[in-house]
């Protein structure tokens, strides 16, 4: 806010009266009061008159300024008050607000898993974008109109254990982001490499680096759920008890899911998972299982052909690999099982749930009959 001083606007006429006689014409100054309201500039007009001291004696002088002090004081000190409230309201967000009455709440999510919680627990009631297509969004680079969604967002749907670090290094309102993993933080699975960076003339530190996949975990899934459920009853409180219902009923769904999965990883045996993603999967139904990591695009190695162990039967990974794989890996002996644990959305037509009840499917039917 500014005060710019106008020009003057004339001197009054001498009048006959001796009054006027006595008193020094006056000068009428204009004073603008500028504010702005969501980057539009706001101007208020305030006339009062400037002194002029050829005329008056010491006095009437002091008299004058007081009563005009005051004057201006009571027009401007409500206006100025006004234009400080409109500011504050206009800057305190770009959201649903300025988008009119009836939008509903935008929420962002770093991955499909969180974009459907979301989705599933709050319905109609709010617009749900998640905005990368890539397979991985964790490792994904957000361009500038992705940033400036998520920086408008009225609710940011974080993942946590490192995943999507890029939310670490960029400007975003850290009122509106929700770390969904923080109440399984002592579940996280540290990763044996550390992350070695810098941070200006700090020098090179490290960090432990976790798997990043938490909603694999069938605990830690359930905080995340959890912590979607509170964040929409922050946004929209009056949708409470709907949002309690919906989640609970996506947490339930979310258990009979895994259970299914634990008993079809039990059915087929030893397998052999392709990625660090897998890990919370490892720990929860598979012990006996092992971890490569192998690239779904180049050909092993016939060393690493010949590392594997000869009881597995079932490779999991993350995508259907290339064919000069797939036909490698069949004159193993081994089955190719696609279970998507990476984040990204697989098909426009199915979200996080439906695509991991398709994934179980696929492994239950290659598995021997209880």
């Not at 999965?261 to 087929?268: D, E, K, P, S, Y």
């Not at 999967?281 to 052909?305: C, F, M, T, V, Y």
């Not at 259907?320 to 794989?325: A, D, G, K, L």
Request: glycine share 6%; aromatic share 6%; hydrophobic share 40%.
């Amino acid at each position: 806010m500014r005060l710019v001083r106008g020009r003057d606007h004339g001197t009054c006429r001498n009048r006959d009266s001796s009054i006027r006689k006595q008193l020094s014409c006056l000068v009428f100054v204009d004073l603008h009061v500028f504010t702005f309201r969501a980057g539009n500039p706001i101007r208020f007009r305030i006339r009062m008159p400037r002194l002029d001291s050829q005329h008056r004696s010491s006095m009437d002088r002091l008299d004058h300024v007081m009563s005009t002090f005051h004057r201006f004081a009571s027009l401007t000190i409500p206006l100025l008050l006004i234009g400080f409230a409109w500011t504050s309201h206009g800057c305190r967000k770009s959201s649903s607000a300025d988008r009119g009455v009836e939008a509903s709440p935008s929420v962002w999510a770093v991955n499909e898993p969180l974009a459907t919680f979301a989705r599933r627990i709050g319905g109609d009631t709010i617009d749900v974008t998640m905005p990368f297509s890539a397979l991985d969004p964790s490792v994904a680079s957000p361009d500038r109109e992705t940033l400036m969604g998520f920086q408008q967002a009225d609710l940011i749907l974080c993942n946590g254990a490192g995943y999507a670090d890029w939310i670490e290094w960029v400007s975003l309102p850290r009122s509106r982001m929700v770390n969904t993993s923080r109440h399984g933080r002592d579940r996280y699975i540290e990763l044996a490499e550390m992350l070695t960076h810098s941070h200006g003339d700090a020098g090179e530190h490290q960090h432990v680096q976790h798997v990043c996949q938490t909603w694999s975990d069938p605990l830690i899934v359930s905080n995340q759920v959890d912590a979607v459920r509170d964040a929409l009853v922050e946004l929209l409180p009056a949708n409470a008890a709907v949002y309690t219902e919906r989640a609970a009923g996506l947490k339930q769904e979310l258990s009979d899911l895994d259970a299914r999965l634990a008993l079809a990883l039990g059915r087929v045996g030893p397998v052999i998972f392709n990625g660090d993603g897998y890990r919370y999967i490892q720990r929860a139904h598979a012990a006996d299982s092992i971890i490569l990591d192998w690239p779904g695009s180049k050909a092993p190695s016939r060393e690493q052909l010949d590392q594997l162990p000869g009881q597995a039967e079932v490779m999991i990974w993350r995508s259907r690999p290339s064919e000069q794989v797939s036909q490698l890996l069949k004159q193993q002996g081994l089955r190719i099982v696609v279970l998507h644990v990476d984040g990204g959305r697989i098909d426009p037509g199915r979200d996080y749930v439906d695509q991991l009840e398709l994934d179980i499917k696929e492994l239950e039917s290659i598995a021997p009959a209880p």
